[in-house]
């Protein structure tokens, strides 16, 4: 299972742990996954996604699932988002 958000695309980042003394080492910032159900009104189903705390805020901010994947851009989702997305507008046009 990778460490990346299937909403937004947020993965694994480097930098340097810095000491008093200033010596630097290799780390890695990791994003803060969560596993989330979020459900869709328009399929009337919930989902299990791993996500982001900011990608939860988000979808929140936005107005659920249905309108922040309508938003998203497809090279961010994950397949399992853009087959979801896939069948929301699917339905939609149904």
Do not use: W
């Not at 810095?18 to 189903?45: D, I, M, W, Y």
Request: aromatic fraction near 4%; hydrophobic fraction near 35%; include cysteine.
């Amino acid at each position: 299972m990778s460490r990346r958000c299937e909403l937004t695309g947020k993965g694994p980042m480097t930098g340097n742990n810095v000491s008093h003394a200033n010596n630097k080492t290799r780390r890695r910032f990791l994003p803060n996954l969560q596993p989330a159900t979020l459900t869709s009104e328009t399929l009337g189903r919930s989902f299990r996604l791993r996500v982001s705390a900011a990608a939860i805020r988000s979808v929140d901010h936005r107005g659920g699932l249905d309108a922040y994947l309508a938003q998203a851009r497809d090279s961010e989702l994950s397949p399992a988002a853009l087959a979801i997305k896939k069948e929301i507008a699917q339905a939609r046009a149904a």
